[in-house]
């Protein structure tokens, strides 16, 4: 269709944005970036919108002629950022950090301009081999034995749905996805009910169905499923004619951080001949640090481990890094070859699309290379184990004012905590009136049935000031 000049007037693509002012914007966003992470302490931390508020700020159709830059960029302050809960604030205490450290972010940048699909070798050599061997430099990094290969996923619900459907078609001598489920031997996978619910979607999405997730109690400081218990479970399910697929244990559950002993765990497994699935996505990150690895002792003898190095590490979302002992089972699992993937002559090669649900993917790996090339492990290892020392030193600090009591001790950097005396409507309370005011933010968890308070430390810029600050605030809006 030609767009044809009318009454003098210049032709749409001359109006709309050109290359030619691309620098000139570049520069404009990466002052404000600037900019914006030096202001970051003066703003709330969660966003104080009401429902609503940035949807009635937006029109509700697109335009249809062009808008200019300036206006775009105006509205971007005026509609969106009132509406940001600030991640990279240093006071973020809630959930698990999801940290942009700047070399991770130009990384990111470089490939948002590149925009290259990554599905296949050939589609960008260089996304493959980095991939590759970024996912070396982490293995080692976090003390891993050689026989491990690893991929980068898009996130760790994507990385244990892949071990899911790994454990079926294993389970299932490879026909699942062939003959489908119905008629096929009623599968078990086994877990603690410290998982990540991300473990359930899993099992959802790969039709084992919920009733066929066995939740194995937990018991110890650490709150680890009971070996002996998950043995029980398995033989019980064998004698009753179900077919166990696989155990899904955890390093750092999001909850209160529990962690698994692998030992046992995985002993369990090898006896059963069951695939076994790890989730270290929050943790994973510190086992840079040689003497946080005995939380997770016998991880050797794993299938599958993921973690995330968009959370602690410091690597912008979304990059999860994803290993495996045998990496054809999982191809096996997920490869399919139609005639317009395949890449004649390159045979042999990795093709990451055929390690992950999706086919399209993005080139994550190059965060990987600024990042820990720009730090080094060793000033990456010095924020984690900062972040472990005060979050260890905040909790004595909370056992100290009688105010509050401990719920679990700190795991790595995060604990929770309760208000003495109070219910469960008053701690929920609390933690609203602490995320209204906005100068911290922290979240809940049910721990034993009953609310607890979490509270981890992980964010990239958080200092031991910060800390003393959230103290200093806890205490103020307990009263
Ligand atoms: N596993 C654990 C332990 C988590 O804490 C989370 C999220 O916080 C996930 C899995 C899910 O991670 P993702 O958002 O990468 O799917």
């Not at 002629?65 to 950022?81: A, C, L, Q, S």
């Not at 039709?207 to 043995?231: E, F, T």
């Not at 002993?261 to 995985?266: G, N, P, Q, S």
Request: net charge negative.
């Amino acid at each position: 269709i030609l767009i044809v000049k009318q009454g003098g007037q210049k032709p749409l693509w001359e109006i709309s944005m050109q290359w030619d002012e691309f620098s000139e914007w570049g520069a404009k966003v990466s002052q404000w970036a600037a900019d914006y992470h030096s202001t970051l302490r003066d703003r709330p931390v969660r966003a104080q919108t009401k429902p609503g508020d940035v949807a009635a700020l937006i029109s509700p159709s697109a335009p249809e002629g062009p808008h200019p830059m300036t206006e775009i960029m105006k509205d971007f302050e005026r509609v969106v950022m009132p509406g940001i809960t600030h991640w990279q604030h240093p006071r973020f205490f809630a959930y698990f950090p999801a940290n942009a450290a700047p070399p991770s972010m130009l990384a990111e940048m470089l490939v948002s301009t590149i925009a290259a699909q990554c599905m296949l070798w050939q589609t960008s050599p260089a996304a493959t081999e980095m991939e590759t061997v970024m996912l070396d430099w982490l293995r080692q990094a976090i003390g891993l034995p050689k026989h491990f290969s690893g991929v980068i996923q898009d996130s760790a619900s994507s990385a244990t749905l892949a071990a899911v459907l790994t454990m079926r078609e294993r389970a299932l001598n490879w026909s699942g996805n062939q003959a489908g489920l119905s008629g096929a031997a009623r599968l078990r996978i086994y877990c603690s009910a410290e998982v990540h619910t991300s473990v359930d979607r899993a099992i959802w999405v790969a039709g084992i169905g919920q009733d066929n997730l066995v939740r194995i109690p937990i018991s110890g400081k650490l709150r680890s499923m009971d070996p002996q218990a998950l043995k029980v479970a398995i033989q019980s399910d064998i004698a009753a004619g179900y077919r166990p697929a696989g155990i899904i244990a955890c390093t750092g559950g999001t909850g209160t951080g529990a962690c698994d002993d692998l030992v046992e765990v995985l002993k369990v497994s090898r006896e059963f001949n069951l695939y076994s699935h790890i989730d270290a996505a929050w943790a994973g990150a510190g086992m840079i640090c040689p003497e946080f690895r005995e939380l997770w002792t016998g991880v050797d003898a794993a299938d599958s481990i993921v973690f995330n190095p968009h959370k602690w590490l410091g690597a912008q979302f979304d990059c999860s890094a994803h290993f495996l002992a045998d990496p054809a089972s999982l191809v096996k699992t997920l490869a399919i070859q139609p005639e317009y993937l395949k890449t004649h002559g390159h045979d042999g090669l990795i093709n990451y699309s055929e390690w992950s649900v999706p086919l399209g993917r993005r080139f994550r790996a190059l965060k990987l290379w600024f990042l820990l090339r720009s730090y080094g492990l060793e000033a990456l290892r010095l924020r984690l184990r900062n972040h472990v020392i005060w979050a260890v030193d905040l909790a004595d600090r909370l056992k100290g004012n009688s105010q509050f009591e401990i719920v679990t001790e700190p795991i790595l950097s995060l604990f929770t905590f309760r208000l003495v005396g109070a219910d469960d409507t008053a701690q929920i309370d609390f933690v609203n009136r602490i995320n209204d005011d906005g100068r911290i933010y922290i979240t809940q968890t049910k721990v034993d049935g009953r609310i607890a308070i979490r509270f981890q430390i992980g964010q990239f810029d958080v200092t031991e000031a910060d800390i003393l600050f959230a103290y200093d605030v806890m205490c103020e809006m307990a009263v």
